[in-house]
């Protein structure tokens, strides 16, 4: 958010700081206010211009340079050229400028040209024609020239071109639908409100006769957030005040939907609008291979420096004798003696960091965002992750040129944030690799979202919606309470109260089908056209099962509520106000009034909200009844209700208008006038949702379990419903010992005293191994699974002054106990808290990777804060999917994501790493050993041409490739065996044992190379004519033998040979002799120097020095391949195990062999003992029709 | 939270009819499911282990100990035979040439050896510098390759690199820079003393010296065909530290100005600090009799060269060449060793494959 204040200071700047104020008053129609109200203050604001392009055609190469410039890679090449500029170098600055100019070049066009196709999409809109009104005229005019106050008008499918007040629709209620996919996701069509005084107005001359203010706030991001007030003149003075609200106001980049045509105000336009301030980046994930590499790159930095300083140190030391600093055979200039000798050495220094610089190779930046952005077409691919249902595959959060996003005004390229994107994509996959903590969301996450109406209960009555419907009682809802044959004239009023509230207390709309576009789904095939959509399923399948149980919802008409009871009479209901729900409040309430002119105010929410507010009712049934649903996994919903008399219902009009009025605080002061009027309700009844398991959660959850992750169950829902869910996901076993840290408990104790007893039991376990056990399971270990929930946390979370015995305070505590549980569930969660709890593990001492995994806009917050967030691509719009990292369809693709492309990755990127550091090492220690023996003067071992291309071409191709090829294991393998994740798990390949390993790995070659050499060429001929080789040829024969030895090194590290793999280890060996033998082969006129003329031929034609290349060859690789077959037949990991498995059943593995025999003792081993419920809640959804079609329409995307 | 949770980075806004470009036209339809795509492309999964590199081992120990011992063997033949005439004792004859650096009238000293063994073949004579930086930065690039590929324009006017050996009163000196500069200028010649006490010079061969590629190709006098070198290297200076011009290094005319083979030999820097160069190549007249039979030798040196001022040494060096080059027990020692450590690794190995691998690849699994 930085950039936007940044912003805003220089908007406020351009401005001039006095027509700088807090709100802003629009001018509707630029007319001017009757005389007589306030002063006129006009006030600039920006054209509709939208600037999604970030240079101009004169400032690109400036401004790219420094975007470019700004990272510290591309820094540090920079300086090292400009030095090599500067100072006399023993490198020529091509070596160095020349890849960095290829870098930044090729980055520089990808974002030109980017830029240009985003110049040409803003053109496009900004000249696009909008509808305007003016003097009663309906005007085209290119939507760059739009100003605020101008009267727009839209028509159906037609975006808004800024953010709009809206003043009237062609629907007589004033209304509007709109979607608002491509703004945050959600496709389902939400309700728009026209002013209600101007709502009249819907013709173009009517509107323009509309004299009329509004104030309203500075344009500020949040899309769902806005406050101001029309004043509007009729033909009194006294202007008629009018809240707005965001139910009000019309986004830019909202699409309107079956809706003629709508009249609207511009407010807020161009770069001001709530879209345009919304599209910032966000500040990127790092990964722990990140890390780790920085952390390396520190450590060659530091071995860098130490060596140009050694060297330097040594130079002036050997050269206090003047014969061997200026020998009578090669002086110095005048020039150079005369330079102060602190300048010179200085000189020296940087001449060393120059010679040695390529130990930090640019291409290493190259090859591994190459290799991040080109693996991660390999998840976009991938089939087994493809959903057929919903047509979709995992998304990587990539820019996609969508016509209409290309218009958004997001401030960085696209391609830009598609290579970003990318890149964290990538690492968050690489990070995900060493997962150790996943939190996941329950509804839409683990469970599949596709609500039902299992039952509803009044007063201790049970309703089975199939039951009634169809006349008899079906098999599943024996046992149960059915419906009273004669509940008596109370509680028959009471039922039909309880229905008519679940049938008026929703938002739900009513989609006729013709109007529909996408897929149609009738409610009811033959009986009606029309069905539901909503933004909350649980609400669609209320609506739906009150339609079974004889309520049919018809629409919303003029404010009026439509219902068909059950004699198929219509009812209407005039709607008088909605208190929408939040979670925080979590329940929603209407006022309607009835035909007979009663007012009543229907409630529905979560117990835990309704229950305290309720003063009558069968409290005791009810909630006896919503608890054992909530055992049962289904999630439950509370009615209530209300009488208000004609005053009261005064009272709280005034109440909420007051609230909604206010400028400031609207939120806090709405959230008061709904506690005060959401009060001294009847209980009416409950309801009971059922939303199924998703396929395979309970597999994928063992799998992540086995692989050492720890699951935590982060969700809002009840307590009881969330374990019922855990068990039959099998977070929860049986014999899974179940510490509770709930409200309910700390009633009865102290948080204090609660803390210290699950403490003890989860440490008393820890330390003596002879507890008697909980569930009689002589298991090895007691697994503990603790419920939280929110009120708790957010308690034990309060820092607290007061000390603990041991020294710690609650937070501590609480996470000794967490550490030590298996599964943690986490209920009545505010999305707020659910980040939280993730910044907390993230934060604690062993600093464990976090992955955090939801479907709704309440996961967002955890998702921002895990270091890898996955959204999935659910029910509840895209909001998730758009903020993760990266986006599946089903959980259940976790499993592969994680065990299989994670694992991969992994392994990948960190031999990639490794690797990279490793042949740096061997190609530039022989140049640190060769200045011992030329006078510490810089000189070079190698030609400058192989000094510049080693890293670009040499060696190169045969790590990316390997990168995105490499698999040490049969993918079927790593998906049946999870455990194989621990193996990888806490970064092991990329610890500072294995670096360190490499790197003497790499300084060993690089002194068998040079050794080998210097004695090969020490005072003796090497040809069969008696010739000399010269320098060249030394470091010609040196430079062979490392491009061979660190080629066939990781031709030894390759585990999977594909054609490619030959192709471009073989193929860049061959590159290198034709490159070699074609580089010496001819006098090259444009240089001035001819120093490889022949020199790698004539030193292929020398016996000797085939023979010492193919020793030191051997000598190399020889320490690591011991290595290898040592620790293999020694000590080999599960890894090595399953390899050799696989080998030795040529592939057949998968399928017969055991692999848990494989490795340390199998977990798994509660399986069998199948708890209660968990076993109820199995069959449930065992026995249920394999998928229903989806009653309502839940978004565009199908 | 949300203004958080919308200051995302990218749009999805996801259309079913809109056709959106890259990524959304994967996202859109189903991926192929090519061998590739899905990671499936066939491949060979080779393990390093114990088994498998076994042979490798063996074999590598088996044909490196033959190799070696030939290597060591050839070696050993090798005849070399060296001779330090730096004259830093006083008891040597070149003392006095020694000490008495930059005078103009030339020093010549003889030294006087005996050879045990009779070298058979060709013999290469060479002349050794120690403690020389020819490999020194600044000497190393201190010349300028288009003029010694005859490049008129860099012959009048001598790159950068060649400075402070660049210009002499004004003239660019040709050849410039400081390998040129100080071209090693001991004359040394060979005399056989045969039983009687006669003197007699061994021929030796200046031709074949340097690359043939560089006296060919890389190195080139100026002017083209004109044969007369003296008018081409008219406007320029001589190095300083030279006794005659470069046109009259040698009277052979395919052997003069750049194209001088013992200047083409100089010109090839060394790698280390230590170095010989080729310097004249005593060729076998006949089959009967050995090159250089067994007897007493005299060198005689026009000592130019001063090395005192840098501690540096002078050698003269004589040696026969094999297919292998000149001496050097070290190649064939390094093969002798790494074969028998292969061989040894080879056994362990063995052992441990027996020991390890078997429980590794079989009895896990059956059980």
Redesign the interface.
């Known amino acids: 958010?930085d950039l936007s204040s940044i912003r805003k200071l220089i908007t406020r700047y351009c401005t001039g700081e006095e027509s700088w104020v807090d709100s802003r008053t629009v001018y509707i129609g630029q007319k001017e206010p009757p005389p007589g109200t306030e002063a006129y203050i006009p006030q600039r604001f920006p054209d509709n211009r939208i600037v999604s392009s970030k240079y101009t055609f004169w400032n690109f190469i400036p401004k790219n340079l420094f975007e470019q410039f700004r990272r510290i890679a591309n820094f540090y090449f920079l300086i090292i050229f400009l030095v090599q500029l500067i100072i006399d170098t023993?490198t020529s600055p091509t070596t160095s400028g020349l890849p960095l100019f290829f870098v930044i070049t090729v980055t520089a066009i990808k974002q030109g040209y980017e830029d240009w196709i985003r110049h040409k999409a803003d053109n496009a809109i900004n000249q696009c024609p909008v509808h305007i009104i003016q003097h009663g005229k309906v005007v085209r005019k290119q939507s760059q020239k739009l100003r605020v106050g101008d009267i727009v008008q839209v028509k159906e499918n037609e975006t808004f071109p800024c953010d709009l007040i809206l003043l009237s629709t062609s629907r007589e209620d004033g209304t509007c639908f709109v979607t608002t996919?491509?703004?945050?996701?959600e496709?389902s069509h939400k309700t728009y409100y026209a002013v209600q005084d101007t709502k009249a107005f819907n013709t173009a001359e009517e509107v323009d006769t509309l004299h009329a203010t509004i104030e309203c706030e500075q344009p500020?991001?949040?899309?769902?957030?806005f406050v101001g007030r029309i004043n509007i003149y009729l033909d009194r003075d006294e202007p008629i005040v009018r809240p707005l609200g965001s139910e009000n106001l019309l986004l830019r980049?909202a699409t309107l939907k079956n809706t003629e045509y709508i009249h609207a105000v511009a407010i807020y336009t161009g770069m001001e609008t709530k879209m345009a301030l919304?599209?910032?980046?966000?500040s990127q994930k790092r990964s722990a291979v990140e890390k780790s590499m920085n952390a390396y790159l520190i450590v060659y930095l530091c071995i860098l420096i130490s060596k140009a300083l050694i060297n330097t140190v040594l130079k002036y030391a050997w050269q206090a004798n003047p014969?061997?600093d200026e020998?009578?055979?090669?002086?110095?200039?005048?020039t150079e003696r005369q330079r102060h000798v602190l300048i010179r050495a200085f000189t020296d220094f940087l001449a060393f960091m120059v010679l040695f610089n390529y130990i930090i190779p640019v291409s290493m930046y190259v090859t591994v965002e190459m290799q991040k952005f080109l693996g991660s077409?390999?998840i976009?691919?991938?089939?087994d992750m493809?959903d057929?249902e919903l047509?979709?595959?995992p998304?990587?959060?990539?820019?996609?040129?969508?016509?209409?996003?290309g218009q958004?005004g997001?401030l960085f390229s696209?391609l830009q944030?598609?290579c970003?994107?990318h890149y964290w994509f990538t690492v968050s996959v690489l990070s995900s690799s060493q997962v150790e903590y996943v939190f996941t969301d329950k509804t839409g996450t683990l469970t599949e979202n596709n609500m039902e109406l299992r039952e509803c209960c009044v007063d201790g009555h049970v309703y089975v919606p199939h039951a009634i419907c169809n006349g008899q009682i079906l098999p599943g809802a024996t046992g149960m309470d059915m419906i009273d044959s004669s509940p008596g004239v109370d509680g028959k009023e009471r039922e039909e109260l309880f229905f008519r509230a679940l049938c008026l207390c929703h938002t739900v709309q009513v989609k006729e089908e013709e109007t529909v576009?996408?897929i149609k789904r009738g409610i009811h095939q033959g009986k009606s056209t029309s069905f539901y959509i909503s933004s909350s399923p649980d609400e669609v399948a209320l609506v739906e099962g009150m339609k079974r149980l004889g309520f049919t919802y018809l629409r919303l008409k003029d404010s009026h509520m439509e219902i068909l009871n059950r004699e198929d009479e219509m009812e209407r209901f005039e709607l008088l106000e909605v208190l929408n729900f939040d979670s925080v409040r979590r329940r929603m309430s209407v006022i309607v009034r009835s035909s007979s002119g009663d007012y009543y105010l229907f409630c529905k929410g979560a117990d835990s909200s309704v229950f305290p507010r309720v003063v009558s009712g069968k409290v005791e049934q009810v909630r006896a009844r919503v608890e054992h649903n909530a055992v049962e996994g289904l999630r439950t919903l509370c009615v209530a209700y209300k009488k208000l008399t004609h005053e009261e219902y005064e009272e709280t009009c005034h109440l909420l208008n007051r609230a909604k009025l206010a400028l400031q605080d609207r939120d806090k002061k709405l959230a008061e006038a709904y506690d005060v009027i959401e009060k001294d309700f009847i209980l009416l009844g409950a309801t009971a949702v059922e939303d199924r398991l998703q396929d395979k959660a309970a597999d994928t959850i063992e799998s992540l379990h086995k692989a050492g992750m720890k699951v935590w169950v982060l969700t809002g829902d009840k307590m009881e419903t969330a374990a019922a869910t855990c068990y039959a996901s099998k977070l929860f076993h049986r014999n899974t010992q179940i510490l509770e840290l709930t409200t309910k408990r700390t009633e009865e104790q102290s948080l204090h005293d609660v803390l210290f007893d699950l403490s003890r039991t989860v440490l008393r376990q820890h330390g003596s191994m002879t507890r008697d056990t909980f569930s009689g399971l002589s298991g090895d270990y007691q697994d503990y699974g603790l419920i939280i929930d929110g009120a708790t946390l957010s308690a034990v979370l309060k820092p607290t002054q007061e000390v603990t015995s041991n020294g710690g305070n609650y937070k501590e505590i609480f996470l000794e106990i967490c550490r030590n549980c298996s599964a943690v569930l986490c209920c009545r969660m505010a999305?707020?808290q659910k980040?939280q709890i993730v910044k907390m593990i993230k934060a604690s001492k062993e600093r464990p990777i976090t992955l955090a995994i939801g479907d709704g806009?309440n996961d967002?917050?955890m998702i921002?804060e895990a270091h890898v967030g996955i959204g999935i691509m659910g029910k509840e719009g895209?909001?998730a999917?758009?903020?993760s990292d990266y986006a599946i369809t089903k959980f259940k693709h976790l499993k592969k994501m994680l065990l299989v492309h994670g694992h991969?990755y992994y392994i990948r990127i960190a031999e990639l790493v490794q690797y990279f550091f490793y042949k740096n090492v061997c190609f530039i220690f022989p140049q640190f050993l060769y200045q011992f023996?030329?006078?510490f003067?810089?000189?070079?071992l190698y030609d400058t041409a192989y000094l510049t291309l080693y890293n670009i071409s040499f060696t190169s191709l045969p790590i990316l490739l390997y990168s995105l090829?490499e698999?040490h294991i049969n993918?079927d393998i790593l998906k049946r065996d999870p455990t194989l994740y621990r193996d990888i798990a806490k970064n092991s390949l990329l610890r500072w044992p294995t670096f360190i390993y490499w790197t003497f790995l790499g300084v060993f070659d690089a002194v068998v190379f040079f050794f080998?050499a210097?004695?090969?060429?020490?005072?003796?001929?090497?040809?069969?004519?008696?010739?000399?080789?010269?320098?060249w040829?030394?470091?010609t024969l040196v430079f062979t033998v490392l491009v061979f030895t660190v080629t066939l090194k990781l031709a030894?590290d390759t585990?999977?040979?594909?054609?490619?793999?030959h192709f471009v280890i073989w193929g860049s060996l061959l590159f290198y002799v034709i490159f070699s033998l074609l580089w010496g082969g001819i006098?090259w006129p444009f240089?001035?120097?001819?120093?490889m003329?022949?020199v790698f031929?004539?030193m292929l034609s020398?016996?000797?020095a085939w023979?010492?290349i193919i020793?030191l060859i051997?000598?190399s690789l020889?320490p690591d391949?011991?290595k290898?077959?040592?620790c293999?037949?020694?000590w080999?990991t599960t890894t090595e195990?399953i390899?050799?498995?696989?080998?030795?059943?040529k592939g057949h593995l998968s399928e017969f062999?055991p692999l848990s025999?494989?490795h340390a003792p199998p977990v798994r081993k509660h399986d069998r003992h199948g708890n209660e419920n968990q076993n109820r809640t199995h069959r449930r959804s065992d026995s249920s029709p394999p998928k229903k079609l989806m009653c309502t329409y839940w978004g565009?995307?199908? | 939270i949300m203004a958080s949770s919308y200051g995302a980075k990218e749009e999805d806004g996801h259309h079913p009819g809109s056709a959106g470009l890259g990524g959304a036209a994967i996202r859109t339809k189903k991926p192929d499911n090519t061998a590739f795509k899905q990671q499936r492309l066939p491949a060979w999964q080779p393990i390093l282990t114990a088994g498998t590199v076994l042979p490798a081992f063996f074999i590598i120990g088996l044909i490196f100990i033959p190799i070696g011992i030939g290597l060591y063997v050839t070696s050993n033949n090798i005849k070399e035979f060296e001779l330090d005439y730096t004259g830093t004792d006083m008891s040597s004859p070149c003392f006095n040439c020694s000490q008495s650096w930059n005078s103009t009238n030339t020093c010549k000293c003889e030294l006087f050896f005996s050879l045990d063994q009779p070298f058979e073949s060709n013999v290469f004579m060479y002349y050794g510098l120690s403690n020389f930086y020819q490999n020194h930065r600044r000497y190393v690039k201190s010349r300028d390759d288009s003029q010694l590929n005859g490049d008129e324009r860099s012959l009048k006017e001598p790159s950068k690199e060649c400075e402070p050996y660049r210009t002499n009163e004004n003239k660019p000196i040709a050849p410039c820079g400081a390998i040129a500069n100080s071209m090693f200028n001991d004359t040394l010649d060979l005399f056989y003393i045969d039983p009687n006490g006669k003197k007699r010079p061994i021929s030796l061969t200046k031709k074949g010296i340097a690359w043939w590629t560089d006296k060919h190709v890389k190195f080139r006098n100026p002017g083209g065909s004109n044969s007369n070198l003296t008018t081409v290297f008219k406007d320029t200076a001589k190095p300083v530290n030279w006794h005659k011009p470069v046109y009259e290094l040698d009277v052979d005319i395919e052997n003069n100005g750049f194209i001088n083979e013992d200047f083409i030999v100089w010109m090839r820097t060394a790698a280390l600090p230590t170095f010989r160069k080729l310097y004249r190549i005593i060729q076998k007249n006949n089959d009967m009799t050995p090159t250089l039979p067994r007897g007493n030798y005299s060198l005689a040196v026009t000592y130019n060269y001063p090395v005192r001022s840098f501690e540096g040494r002078k050698r003269m060096i004589l040696s026969t060449i094999s297919w292998m080059g000149g001496k050097n027990p070290f190649l064939g020692i390094a093969y002798i060793t790494v074969g028998s450590i292969c061989f040894f690794l080879g056994v362990v190995l063995l052992f441990i494959h027996h020991k390890y691998g078997n429980r590794n690849n079989s009895s896990d699994i059956a059980s």
């Open positions: 958010m023993p996919a491509s703004l945050d996701g496709s500020q991001p949040d899309l769902y957030k980049g919304n599209y910032q980046s966000k014969n061997r020998p009578w055979y090669n002086q110095k200039t005048e077409y390999f976009l691919w991938d089939d493809f057929e047509g979709e595959g998304l990587v959060n990539t820019s996609d040129l969508n016509e209409e996003l958004v997001n696209p944030n598609c970003q994107s576009d996408g999305p707020l980040a806009a967002v917050s921002l895209r909001q999917a758009r903020n991969y023996f030329c006078g003067s810089q000189q070079p090829m698999q993918m080998g210097f004695f090969l060429f020490d005072n003796t001929t090497f040809t069969s004519n008696g010739q000399m080789f010269g320098n040829t030394f470091g030894l585990h999977y040979w594909t054609w490619i793999n006098i240089l001035n120097y001819q120093r003329y022949y031929m004539q020398s016996g000797p023979l010492s020793l051997i000598v020889l391949v011991v290898k077959v040592l293999r037949a020694l080999p195990r390899q050799n498995a696989d080998k030795l059943y062999t025999s494989l565009g995307q199908a």
